[in-house]
DNA sequence: CGCTCTGGTTAGAGCCTCTAACTCCAGAGT
DNA sequence: ACTCTGGAGTTAGAGGCTCTAACCAGAGCG
């Protein structure tokens, strides 16, 4: 998925060509091995032997070891990123609370469809590895509806300084506000924001420990409390039903 | 901290003083490493070189590498727990919302104390490693002192969900009814519980993102963030100010 | 048709975890 | 007080990993 449409090469040679499938093979065989055993589970070494070829021929294909692991956590935002969009365009004529509750479960569904690559994005793969700028873009795609969502409603309380920050940052960085403009336009920018990192960082909170194994022995389903979160969200920030 | 004085050893002989030292010494050179390079970073033989000895002496003292990992993780539950503990009696005489948001911010400080020793108790460390059941029983005193507060609440709207499934959980297993009434007698355990759980991952999902740099080139500070998700769950479950 | 550039190889350095077999001495028992 | 056992520490080494260097052959380019 995601493989050579990236880079549409309208010169494609053939060498080009077989590179490109190459790549994806590679991709696509590393991402096995993390499916099964997570991210320090990846050895080039056996992804090589996997596709028959020797340990070194991947350092044609890949700079190194990392290299391939931001390559696979970029397709990976980009693969959450449609889920999202798809399953907004589906509760598109919904009212906000409807869509915030189904791009929340959009968001749980793909991530326990694959825990380990939910891991690969939100956590810290390895010792020295620091995210490149690039998945910070790709990670502003797989919130953008919700800013459209969540600029629907408004802060109280609490939430009016953590607003009054997005403010600051908007005036500070324009992109961010091309950014939320894309995504929704027509509503106060700030508020949109706002709205957006708390929903992120509850999704992060219930998905994460789920897929962490961590509500293992403990006595409800992850699905209700993400839905309980949403709406107490959707409720604190008054989105109409 | 916390390293021989687990197991006093009434008849304490020579020889088991000097192993408790020395695992006590391997343990802080390897929490040494975990802070700077985090877990994937911890090398049994650098740990060994470090403190003068060659690499197989060490499992003299540890089984294997996920051995000490697990212990460090136990290590970590008790260092959180004191850390919520102190806050807690700190501020027992303030009203619940003002608790709550103490020990939010007990929380939050311990763990960007060291943010890769939280990666260690909240990721998944190793490929296989799957938590041992006694690391369970150390979470719950990391979370036991919100119960007591967050029983002073009641639950509305979509959280009435969550506490239905918490009533089944108590009704399995008596264990869970003990904990609870141990941090929290005279309070709805079932509320306790659902409002804890939420707390929780609340906690976990702006810590965590936090801890990982995932904030990185935001426009707000943790802080607010998390400060205004405490006030959102106090005003939901109507602590009294 | 010949040159070049690239995908693939083997060899190997330098890490790592962990096992096996060996010393050697401190401490326990008589 | 003397022996002897058991544990701390050693070296050697197997088997794994990432990644570099040097080399080979053939496919695609001009």
Redesign the pocket.
């Known amino acids: 998925m995601a493989d050579g449409s990236s880079t549409p090469t309208p010169t494609s040679?053939?060498?080009q060509r077989?590179?490109d499938q190459?790549r994806g093979e590679i991709k696509q065989a590393a991402l096995e091995q993390i499916r099964a055993g997570g991210a320090p589970a990846?050895?080039?070494?056996?992804v090589?032997k996997g596709l028959?070829?020797?340990?070194?021929?991947l350092?044609?294909?890949f700079r190194?070891?990392?290299d391939l692991l931001t390559e696979l956590i970029c397709d990976g935002y980009d693969a959450a990123a449609a889920a999202m969009r798809t399953a907004a365009v589906r509760v598109a004529d919904a009212p906000p609370r409807e869509q915030l509750l189904a791009l929340g479960a959009a968001f749980r569904s793909w991530a326990v469809e694959s825990p380990h690559v939910y891991q690969l994005l939100a956590g810290t793969p390895s010792p020295g590895y620091h995210a490149p700028p690039e998945t910070v873009d790709r990670a502003r795609g797989v919130l953008g509806p919700l800013l459209g969502v969540l600029g629907r409603g408004d802060c109280r309380g609490a939430a009016l300084e953590l607003r009054a920050e997005m403010r600051f940052w908007l005036n500070d960085s324009p992109a961010v506000g091309e950014w939320v403009a894309a995504w929704a336009p027509d509503v106060d920018p700030a508020t949109a924001l706002a709205g957006t990192v708390t929903a992120w960082a509850r999704l992060h909170g219930v998905v994460s420990l789920e897929v962490q194994g961590l509500y293992e022995g403990m006595g409800h389903r992850a699905g209700t409390l993400l839905n309980a979160e949403m709406e107490a969200l959707a409720d604190a920030m008054g989105l109409p039903a």
């Open positions: 040679t053939p060498r077989y590179r190459v990846l050895s080039l070494n056996a090589a028959g070829l020797t340990g070194p021929a350092y044609k294909y190194n070891r990392d």
